[in-house]
Every structure is written in C-alpha cells, then in structure tokens.
C-alpha cells in the first residue's frame, strides 16, 4: 500500500510544478476572479502533461497506433467474434441466459446498460461534431472502422474482467485491468510486470474518470443547457455536483438501476430524431456517404491531410466507445455470471451501439445540414444548430439529453474512478475520491473546452498502454475460453432460462 502511495506521487509531481507556476503568476497579477484563476491553472496542467504523455511516430501519436493495431490483432486472433457473435449478444442481453443463482451484482443488460451510460454521452453528440469540424467528413469513415473493430477489444477486456474479478464476503464485486493486469500475469510468472501496469492503469483511470468521464460532461452539458435556461456556469456546476454527489453514495447497483433507466429511452429519443432528420433529407444522403468515403482518403483542407483525418477519427472513435481502454471492463465485472466469455460477448454490443449506430447518426445530421462548415460553431452547439435546421424546437430536447447523457456517463464513470481508487488506497479511502469528483464537475463548467478535451484525450488514451499490454499477453487465453465456451453453445448444453 505505501509503495503504491509513493509512486502516486512521484507521478504527480510534475504537474505539480505547472500548477504552482500558475498560481504565482496570477497572485502577482493582483486581486482577479478566482474562476479565471482555476482555468488558468488547470490549462498550465494539461500543456505540462501533455509533452510528457503524447509523443508520434511518422506524425500519428503511437496511441492511435497502440489502439487500432491492437483491435486489428484481437480481430484476426479470435476470427472475427465481434461479427461471428452478434446475434448471440443479443439474445444474451435479453435475458436467455440469466441465472439468478450466478454471483454477482447486476444482470446482462443491467450492466451493458451501465456500461453504455459511460459511453453513450457527449461523445457521440459533442465529440462527432468536433471529429467533423477539425478533420472533416472524412474522419467518420476512420471513426466507424475503429469502431467495427473496436468491438474485439472489448470482449476481450471485458472477458478478462470477468475471469479475475474478486468477490467480497457482502457480495460487492471488484474486477477491470488492475485486478487481470496484477493477477492474469502473475499467473504468467509475470507478478512484477503485472503489479507495475495495474498500478499505473489504475491512476490513469482516476485521472479519466476526472476528465472525459467527469469535466468534458459538465462542461459540453452547461454549453447546452445555458443555450436554453440563463444560468451561470458557476451555478449549474454546484447543481450538477449535487445531484451527482446524491446518485454515487449509493454504488454500482443505484448507478445500474439509473443507467438502465436513462439510456435506453435517451438514445431511443436522440436516433428517432436523428432518423428524422436523414429521412427528411433523404436524397442528400448518398452524396453525404460519397463526401465521408472521399473525404476519408483525400481531406479537403484539413490540418495534417490524410494523417490528420485519420487521427481525428480514431481519437475521437476511441474517446466515444473506449474500446481497448478498459473502462467498461469495470463495470461489466459486476455482471452476474459464472461464464467470463458470456459477458465479454455482451459487450462487444457497445461499440456497436456507441459509434456504428448513434456517432454515425450525429455525422450524418451534422453532415447532410452543411453546419459543419460553421466556423462559429463548436462541439455540442454545432449538433444542436445541425437539428435545428430541420426542427426548430429540437435544440430544447437535445438540451435536455445532453444533460441526462453526461449525468448518466458521470456517474458510471465515478464508480470507475472509484474501483481504481479503492485497488490503490483501500476501502477505506472511498470518500476522499468521491469529494475530489464532486469538486471535478464544478470545476468542469468553468474552465475552457480546448483544455479539458485535452486532458480528456490524455488521460483516455493512455489508459490503452497498460489496458492493450495485458491483452496481448494473456490473448492466447482469451483464445482458449472462447473455443471452449462457442464449442459448448453450438452442441446446446447450455441451459436457456427464458
């Protein structure tokens, strides 16, 4: 525990830095607005972290290499499950295969829906909108395609979860990287390498459920709500961190039972509207697939040409589904099973649903409108100006989803911070995490967009270096689990329940 202490800190300490720098600068500037103070603060952080984290090979940052190769492997590896098991998936999350009598927390579709409550947000409303604003049309076609791909990593990651979970005497369930990263590889005679990655896997996850999971949410949520309600940022972030702070007290099994109640009504609203609009403009929509296929190989005027769009639309994919990051591994862990494998191909389901189905909704709307060209405009106010088009009352209801959306994504991503914690410090350190999350969303609504995208991405995508490490090492294993279980489906000794 002192060890892990140590390194906590010794990783801190160069932000450290950059944060006092921006202190003393603003002190000496005289009596200022102490808002003004914190984003300043917080831009010098994400600038210092970001020339220690980010670094490319051939001008594509060695994430975007790291993720979309690994999906690629993963995909080969186990021949194509994310298309081979699609159909099994569903019949999965239906409840065909739920035994009550299994250990755990959370049923199939309690714990996709917890999972897609992470996932399906603002990434797919605000984070689309900015992958078509800064890398053109184009970058949709790279965003699908990791995606597709995508879905391997997940039931990898989500399978591992699953097999080295632990379970406390009161039934409360810990699993995701740390525990299969620490235990998976020690098994491997691998305990120091294994130990070293979920260490670091761990605050990594802190740091993301902080950023993407925490102030990106607050932030593009008050850009929405404000559009509509006059509100001050001030305001709405000790509103949103109270009734957060009322929701996370509670645990996995509330923050379960709220997704699978927000999500699905949510996302069925948001693509009904999205349908709408594509069938009102029907006959633009070919040219659209036309100008994003295009687009996707020759960028018009985009920063950086074809390696440009491609990151953009892998980077932005990523942060959308989180595929390969392994942050839904957590919550899937939590799943009642006694099958690893049963719940990774539940969730392979997500990035299908997050990126193939809702992102390429957003796309089109924003495409086929033409917004995209707004330079005026950014991130969730250029999807809501994208609807608005076609229905002008729409910017009211999308105002009202993008706040269930982040809600619903904070919370999930609390309890991920939260096991990340709770693996480094203990059970008994919980609420010092969760005050510092609570603080997060307040601070979330009054910084700049650019710097907490930013620290979103960092702290996001790093978290694949440890996460997709481990996957590859214990690949072969997955291999095995899954010719043993498909085996076992196809000659049906399965027991079906309903």
């Given amino acids: 525990m002192r060890q892990r202490w140590l390194l906590f800190i010794v990783l ?61 492997f993963f995909t080969l590896r186990l021949k194509f499950i994310n298309f081979r098991a699609f159909k099994h998936a569903i019949y999965v999350v239906a409840g065909h295969y739920d035994d009550p009598d299994e250990e755990g927390e959370l049923t199939h579709f309690q714990a996709l829906s917890a999972a897609l409550s992470a996932t399906v947000g603002l990434g797919n409303i605000a984070g689309v909108a900015i992958a078509v604003e800064t890398g053109g049309p184009g970058a949709v076609f790279w965003m699908t395609l990791a995606g597709l791909f995508g879905m391997t990593s997940k039931f990898v990651e989500c399978t591992l979860a699953q097999k080295y979970r632990t379970l406390a005497a009161d039934g409360r369930v810990s699993g995701g990287p740390m525990y299969y990263l620490s235990r998976g590889l020690a098994q491997r005679g691998l305990r120091p390498l294994g130990q070293g990655l979920a260490v670091l896997f761990s605050i990594l996850c802190i740091g993301g459920s902080l950023g993407g999971g925490n102030m990106f949410q607050a932030n593009q949520s008050f850009s929405a709500v404000s559009e509509i309600i006059p509100i001050s940022d001030w305001a709405y972030g000790l509103i949103l961190a109270f009734l957060v702070g009322l929701v996370i007290i509670g645990g996995i099994r509330r923050i379960g039972s709220v997704a699978a109640a927000i999500v699905p009504s949510m996302c069925l609203i948001y693509v009904l509207a999205a349908l709408w609009i594509i069938l009102t403009n029907i006959t633009e929509v070919p040219s659209a697939f036309a100008t994003i296929i295009s687009e996707a190989f020759t960028p018009k005027a985009v920063e950086g040409g074809f390696i440009g769009v491609l990151i953009q639309g892998i980077q932005r994919g990523v942060f959308s589904n989180e595929a390969g990051i392994g942050s839904a591994a957590i919550a899937h862990a939590a799943a009642r099973t006694e099958e690893p494998v049963r719940e990774g191909i539940v969730a392979l389901l997500e990035p299908f649903i997050d990126t193939v189905v809702v992102c390429n909704m957003t796309a089109l709307v924003v495409v086929i409108t033409g917004v995209y060209q707004d330079l005026d405009r950014t991130g969730v106010d250029l999807t809501a100006a994208a609807f608005a088009t076609v229905i002008g009352w729409f910017p009211i209801l999308l105002s009202l989803a993008v706040f269930l959306f982040a809600f619903s994504t904070m919370i999930s991503w609390s309890y991920y911070g939260e096991r990340a914690w709770t693996y480094l410090f203990g059970d008994q350190q919980t609420q010092i995490y969760r005050v510092l999350f609570v603080f997060c969303v307040f601070v979330g609504t009054v910084v700049n967009l650019e710097s907490v995208l930013d620290f979103s991405d960092m702290m996001l995508l790093t978290m694949a270096f440890p996460n997709m490490l481990g996957g590859f090492i214990l690949s072969n294993e997955v291999a095995a689990d899954l010719q043993s279980y498909w085996d076992r489906l196809q000659r049906g000794v399965m027991p079906i329940y309903k």
């Fill in 12 to 72: 801190l300490a160069f932000p450290t830095a950059a944060i006092a720098q921006e202190a003393a600068q603003g002190a000496s500037n005289g009596p200022q607005n102490i808002l003004v103070l914190i984003d300043s603060i917080f831009s010098g952080l994400v600038e210092s972290m970001a020339e220690v984290l980010f670094f490319s090979i051939g001008g594509i940052p060695l994430i975007v290499l790291w993720l979309i190769g690994g999906a690629v």
